[in-house]
């Protein structure tokens, strides 16, 4: 089957490379229009591809290039819905990039693909929501649930979030009405949001949504950088989404985003890799390096300390701005998962070359191959972190009104991590 890549820049989607899939095979090239257009510095589709004028073909393959496409591929119950559209098994790898096909109408970030795009517009032809209002939707109205089930393409389930629990891609117009993203004209686009319901009916599933708003909070309050003011109310979690901005002239801009699975180049749903591989991959892409490196440790000290085991290859991803400059982006998909029924557990360690584990710092920072100056940064920064902002975590909690049984086994967590970070050599570190 044939796609096109498109990409939104300054104002207008351009179709900037050829998609080619069929049994097994991935041809892919960028357009000669798009590589000799118009647009001085024509952006990339992905960090890993430079715009070039070379047409590539790549069999099923545990690394590629061509890991940014399932950034876009369905998942969750949007999967399931587009595969029962389609006729095709839900459960199966093979039908990945054929459901990308259909399905990345409107994924997070700025790419999208036609085919799912007319694919889109095929299924909901003559159909125009009116929107909803706040209330509306708080109170579960049937306005609300006809205009979800009407775009259910897009909204229940969203293919275009991956994940297990349900999300909403819902924009905001003027008047503060609420529509699913695709059913809002760009020029009506005021705030755009992901809405998270809990993955289940028990409750602990309940607690887990509610404590990522407050985890959240208290990751800002130690320096990271997090989604700005996440609120839990009504059993919903409502999210700003940060690949999207709106400027002074009510312009939509859309920014380019990527999953770490898509820099190291893993293709599938694999959720394991070496952190020691992530890091070093991340400062060869971020434009601070050192700043990058630091924030992704921390963040890894963060998941210890409030015992989120869930660390795969797609809870993290790096942003390209308008500017150009790349950065992690906000810490998002952050909350209480120890209490998960399914016992997650973390996916993604630090290997070292010769076999096992390591959780010491300082054989952390000595094995990674990073320049002097950016591990010499981030042992400062993390040094920092344990001293200086760890022991007021707890504080963070129970002030954002955290449970008690939560905040108690973190006081743990986070009691055992503060040594180790002031256990950290910085005798050749910079003041962070």
Same mark, same amino acid.
């Given at each position: 089957m044939d796609s096109y890549i498109e990409l939104f820049h300054e104002g207008t989607w351009h179709r900037a490379a050829s998609l080619t899939v069929d049994d097994g095979l991935v041809q892919f090239g960028y357009e000669a229009s798009y590589v000799f257009g118009p647009l001085q510095n024509p952006p990339c589709v992905a960090l890993s591809l430079p715009v070039e004028l070379t047409r590539r073909t790549w069999? %099923?393959?545990?690394?590629? +290039?061509?890991?940014?496409?399932?950034?876009? /591929?369905?998942?969750?119950?949007?999967? &399931?819905?587009?595969? =029962?559209?389609? #006729?095709? +098994?839900?459960? !199966?790898?093979?039908?990945?990039?054929?459901?990308?096909?259909? =399905?990345?109408?409107?994924?997070?970030?700025?790419?999208?693909?036609?085919?799912?795009? @007319?694919?889109?517009?095929?299924?909901?032809?003559?159909?125009?929501? $009116?929107?909803?209002?706040?209330q509306e939707m708080h109170d579960r109205s049937e306005t609300f649930v006809d205009q979800l089930r009407m775009y259910? *393409?897009?909204?229940?389930?969203?293919?275009?979030?991956?994940?297990?629990? +349900?999300?909403?891609?819902?924009?905001?117009?003027? $008047?503060?009405?609420?529509?699913?993203?695709v059913g809002l004209a760009d020029e009506h686009a005021r705030q755009h949001w992901i809405v998270k319901l809990s993955r289940g009916t028990h409750a602990d599933d309940q607690r887990i949504l509610r404590h990522e708003s407050i985890y959240l909070q208290a990751a800002a309050a130690c320096g990271i950088r997090t989604i700005d003011a996440p609120e839990y109310r009504d059993d919903m979690l409502f999210l700003r989404r940060f690949d999207? $901005?709106?400027d002074a002239a009510g312009s939509v801009r859309r920014l380019h985003q990527e999953t770490l699975a898509a820099l190291i180049g893993y293709h599938g749903f694999a959720r394991s890799a !070496?952190?020691?591989?992530?890091?070093?991959?991340?400062?060869?892409?971020?434009? &601070?390096?050192?700043?990058? /490196?630091? $924030?992704?440790?921390?963040? @890894? /000290?963060?998941?210890?300390?409030?015992?989120?085991?869930? #660390?795969?290859?797609?809870?993290?991803?790096?942003?390209?701005?308008? %500017?150009?400059?790349?950065?992690?982006?906000?810490?998002?998909?952050?909350? +209480? *998962?120890?209490?998960?029924r399914a016992l997650i557990s973390r996916t993604c360690e630090w290997r070292l070359p010769n076999g096992g584990s390591t959780d010491n710092?300082?054989?952390?920072?000595e094995t990674l191959a990073l320049d @002097?100056?950016?591990?010499?940064?981030a042992a400062g920064v993390l040094r920092s972190f344990g001293e200086d902002v760890l022991p007021a975590l707890p504080h963070e909690l129970r002030f954002r009104d955290a449970d008690a049984d939560i905040v108690e086994i973190c006081k743990t967590a986070i009691g055992y991590q503060i040594p180790k970070l002031q256990d950290i050599d910085c005798r050749a570190a910079p003041s962070p």
């Open positions: 069999t %099923d393959q545990a690394v590629t +290039p061509l890991a940014f496409l399932w950034d876009l /591929v369905p998942q969750g119950r949007g999967r &399931d819905h587009i595969a =029962g559209l389609l #006729n095709v +098994p839900s459960d !199966s790898s093979r039908q990945d990039l054929y459901l990308a096909q259909h =399905g990345a109408f409107a994924p997070i970030g700025r790419l999208r693909l036609d085919t799912a795009v @007319d694919f889109y517009n095929q299924h909901t032809a003559g159909m125009r929501p $009116e929107g909803f209002t706040t259910n *393409m897009l909204a229940a389930g969203t293919p275009g979030v991956q994940g297990i629990a +349900p999300k909403f891609l819902l924009t905001q117009d003027e $008047e503060g009405r609420w529509f699913p993203d999207r $901005e709106v !070496s952190l020691f591989a992530l890091t070093e991959r991340l400062a060869q892409v971020a434009s &601070d390096p050192a700043q990058a /490196v630091a $924030e992704f440790l921390c963040r @890894d /000290v963060l998941n210890r300390a409030l015992r989120n085991p869930d #660390n795969h290859l797609r809870n993290t991803s790096v942003q390209q701005n308008l %500017d150009g400059t790349v950065q992690l982006t906000p810490l998002y998909d952050f909350g +209480p *998962m120890y209490l998960d710092w300082n054989e952390i920072l @002097d100056d950016v591990k010499a940064h």
